[in-house]
Nanobody, 127 residues
Framework: VQLQASGGGLVQPGGSLRLSCQARGFNSDYYSIGWFRQAPGKEREGVACIGTGAGNTHYSDSVKGRFTISRDRMKNTVSLQMYSLKLEDTAVYYC?????????????????????WGKGTQVTVSS
């Protein structure tokens, strides 16, 4: 099982970025995938997850309405489209999968229980 996050970069406040999480070695359609982030000096924060059922997505309050998580089943990827980026969105972003838990507030809150993690991608929001 491998996950690889990509798409990070430097963007101005109010800008957009699209992160991608490539899954390898398993069919990600069957499992919950989450996006998490960690800023320097701060605890890791769950921002969004997508489950296996249609429309099963969940967002943290800090990104709700600005971020959209989606699957590309053909490519076995999960994307995080980020709009209206703020300075406080600056962090290393990670994707992870959980083979048992459903997407929801608990999955985002207890990130330590995720089964597999990919290497992160840096997102820097700066003017």
């Amino acid at each position: 099982v491998q996950l690889q996050a990509s798409g990070g970069g430097l963007v101005q406040p109010g800008g957009s970025l699209r992160l991608s999480c490539q899954a390898r070695g398993f069919n990600s359609d069957y499992y919950s995938i989450g996006w998490f982030r960690q800023a320097p000096g701060k605890e890791r924060e769950g921002v969004a997850c997508i489950g296996t059922g249609a429309g099963n997505t969940h967002y943290s309050d800090s990104v709700k309405g600005r971020f959209t998580i989606s699957r590309d089943r053909m490519k076995n990827t999960v994307s995080l489209q980020m709009y209206s980026l703020k300075l406080e969105d600056t962090a290393v972003y990670y994707c992870a999968t959980d083979f048992e838990r459903h997407c929801g507030d608990t999955l985002l809150k207890y990130s330590y229980a995720m089964d597999y993690w990919g290497k992160g991608t840096q997102v820097t929001v700066s003017s």
